[in-house]
């Protein structure tokens, strides 16, 4: 094993690890978004929205990641929809976290025995504020650790982008290995880099969720 | 539509889950500060009723009064729901599983509501919070969570809830029945303590004793219809109907 050749060109595995982390946490937010928009459409009380919310899961959850990545930006220009690689990497992959969040936001809102909501309603709050005022704060408890499942997947989906040409880790590594022809350091030095990012994200998770358990 | 001359008027109640009928045909009129227990047996529509009241299971027919208003008209969705709202403010109702808010304190559960619906200042938030839960005998447990109460404490908790709103009628469903047998007391005392102070109560009761030593009337239900109601007196020592008579010996035989 060269480890020489691996901490000559780790700085520049370092940057790349910036650009998985960046489009990890736009990713996320995005994923975070189309999660709740998903989550209130599955639960609306509008058929069609539900109906609009369950293709949405299913569709993206439906098919691999990696084809909805090349139908956004390889497909996209020929319906005008002009995106950089990092642009339809975050948004392609941003979507379809979002389809995955959905269902985990969706289970941990149902989950809440129901006579929560009855006992608001009972007082007289609307459906929206039982919603927000009992629903939600206890779903929130619920919904931290499958979620940190969901980001753990989408960090280590975001590998797929390099097959976009967007320059983040996996890319960095497949790049050098064609000037180093030395593909177990690269992918190595790669997967270590992934398997800190995760780790630490793991361990922000774990105190999240440490921290909305109290009482 | 006639207008209403009783304080709760239930006309012609029935309600469907489906094919299943669950109420047939109920009338039944309580009047202000009366106390009315309903008793039946599993599945006889008792909560099904008293849910009725307040509109957590619309009614399938028939029509619910309360003070002049009916509670279930006809009005499109935004206003239903505006108007229901209204309506379940004057109604309090206490489950049988409790179902306290476990996120938020004793305090927190009694002053939610009326601290978003009625807009009280913080003063007088904690001063109806301590009001309150003085009243069902929890102001020492004021700021514990759910959690950290036995299941007496988390009724009376969640007694001093629902009166936190000022209600006109509270609506009891089997409120001691998830109680081991040394905390229903404790809930019974603050029962019988907002019947001496003439609040206008429904309850429905597997409990014959508490039933025959709180209530105005008693309705004996079964299979979806009132087959028999009374004072107590009269419904306990001499029902009329045989549906009545075994369900009174297979229930006090049950209990001893
Ligand atoms: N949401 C529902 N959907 C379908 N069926 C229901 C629903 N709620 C109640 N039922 C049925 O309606 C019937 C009456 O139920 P209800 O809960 O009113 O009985 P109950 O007299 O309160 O009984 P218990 O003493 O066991 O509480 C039962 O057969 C029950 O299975
Ligand atoms: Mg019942």
Redesign the pocket.
């Known amino acids: 094993m060269d480890i020489d050749l691996m901490l000559k060109v780790y700085p520049f595995f370092l940057e790349a690890a910036w650009v998985t982390i960046v489009l990890s946490v736009l990713t996320a937010i995005l994923g975070l978004i189309c999660g709740t928009l998903g989550a209130a459409a599955r639960l609306s009380r509008f058929a069609l929205l539900r109906f609009l919310g369950a293709a949405y899961v299913s569709v993206f959850r439906g098919t691999p990641a990696l084809i909805q990545l090349f139908i956004l930006y390889f497909g996209g220009p020929q319906i005008g929809i002009q995106l950089d690689a990092f642009e339809a990497g975050v948004i392609g992959l941003g979507i379809n976290a979002g389809a995955y969040m959905t269902e985990t936001i969706r289970g941990a809102i149902i989950a809440i025995d129901k006579g929560q909501r009855e006992a608001a309603r009972t007082l007289g709050l609307s459906s929206w504020q039982a919603t927000y005022k009992v629903i939600l704060p206890q779903s929130a408890r619920l919904m931290v650790r499958p979620l940190g499942v969901n980001l753990n997947m989408l960090i280590k989906a975001t590998a797929l982008v390099a097959a976009i040409a967007v320059v983040e880790l996996t890319y960095t590594a497949q790049r050098y290995i064609g000037s180093t022809y030395k593909p177990f350091e690269m992918f190595l030095l790669a997967g270590i880099l992934y398997m800190i990012i995760i780790y630490v994200t793991g361990r922000g998770v774990a105190w999240l969720d440490r921290k909305v358990q109290i009482n | 539509m006639t207008e209403q001359t009783h304080f709760v008027e239930i006309r012609h109640a029935q309600?469907s889950?489906?094919a299943?009928e669950?109420?047939k045909d109920i009338s039944l009129n309580v009047e202000r500060g009366q106390i009315v227990g309903?008793i039946?047996?599993?599945?006889?529509?008792?909560?099904?009723?008293?849910?009725a009241i307040n509109d957590l299971?619309p009614l399938t027919g028939g029509e619910i009064w309360l003070d002049g208003v009916q509670v279930n008209k006809t009005l499109p969705h935004r206003q239903y729901e505006k108007h229901i709202n209204e309506m379940r403010q004057n109604v309090g109702m206490v489950f049988?599983h409790f179902n306290l808010f476990p996120h938020m304190t004793a305090r927190e559960n009694v002053t939610m509501a009326p601290k978003l619906l009625k807009g009280l200042s913080q003063a007088d938030v904690d001063k109806l919070a301590e009001e309150q839960l003085d009243k069902v005998g929890m102001l020492e447990r004021i700021d514990y969570y759910p959690s950290q109460l036995s299941g007496g404490q988390k009724q009376r908790v969640a007694i001093a809830r629902a009166l936190a709103m000022k209600p006109k009628l509270m609506l009891f469903?089997?409120a001691t029945?998830a109680l081991d047998p040394e905390l229903v007391e404790e809930v019974n005392l603050v029962m019988k303590k907002l019947a001496e102070e003439h609040m206008t109560m429904i309850i429905?009761t597997?409990e014959m004793d508490f039933a025959a030593s709180v209530c105005d009337r008693v309705l004996f239900?079964d299979k979806?219809v009132v087959v028999e109601e009374g004072p107590p007196s009269v419904l306990f020592k001499n029902p009329t109907q045989d549906r009545t008579r075994e369900f009174l010996r297979k229930h006090i035989e049950g209990a001893s």
Do not use: N, P
Request: no cysteine; hydrophobic share 30%.
């Open positions: 309600k889950f489906g299943l669950v109420l309903i039946g047996s599993s599945g006889s529509g008792k909560s099904t009723l008293l849910r299971d049988q469903d089997e029945s429905v597997h239900m979806g």
